[in-house]
């Protein structure tokens, strides 16, 4: 397993809120649960407990983000790197569930915890997953939606780090809004230029009397 794929967690839990409307899925265990996927004896240590610890560290990553998203690499790598120092994990080389055609292991490299709670497993290897998308791709493969009111987190993969969006639902609605903005536009034009025509016309019939 990469360890770039380990970025998916830190974005899947900032995504259980979305401040500007007003919604948070993250309000029991089974959500906390689910949170971790197939990865499952780890969603097994969830308790109640973890609901409140999961929405702290979601706070800090969506800071992240943020910074990211305004420009403010170092303030990013900062906050990043407090999570890193809060929740370490212990990478293990490992063949899991991974095999060549001789039915040799393919050995990759895994990130292995041992924390005291299903929080502080799943921040370290958010963190982590972030950490290494960070360096690889650059700060500024972090983004938040610009289809307001959205606002959800992305990490941006592509060729030309052209990403604006976090789905393609929201890249949709944002471009038929600015389509029907330039229409709206374009017929204000119309209208003033008619108007104005019209004074023209009024004025030229009013001077040949």
Aim: with cysteine; proline share 3%.
């Amino acid at each position: 397993m990469e360890l770039a794929y380990y970025s998916d967690y830190a974005v899947r839990l900032v995504n259980t809120e979305e401040p500007a409307r007003g919604k948070d899925t993250l309000t029991s265990v089974e959500a906390v649960r689910d949170l971790f996927g197939s990865n499952q004896e780890a969603a097994r240590r969830a308790t109640e407990a973890d609901v409140t610890r999961f929405r702290s560290v979601r706070a800090r990553l969506r800071a992240v983000f943020e910074a990211a998203d305004g420009g403010d690499e170092t303030l990013a790598v900062n906050l990043l790197n407090s999570l890193l120092l809060e929740f370490p994990v212990s990478p293990q080389i490992s063949g899991h569930n991974f095999r060549d055609e001789d039915g040799r292991p393919l050995w990759h490299m895994h990130l292995a915890d041992h924390p005291s709670n299903a929080t502080a497993g799943y921040a370290a290897i958010a963190a982590m997953g972030l950490a290494f998308h960070l360096t690889e791709y650059g700060v500024d493969r972090l983004g938040l939606c610009e289809a307001p009111p959205c606002r959800n987190a992305y990490l941006d993969t592509s060729t030309n780090r052209s990403r604006r969006y976090c789905s393609d639902r929201c890249a949709t609605r944002a471009n038929v809004a600015a389509y029907r903005a330039r229409k709206r536009l374009e017929a204000d034009r119309t209208a003033s230029t008619g108007l104005a025509a019209d004074s023209a016309q009024r004025t030229s019939a009013s001077g040949d009397r």
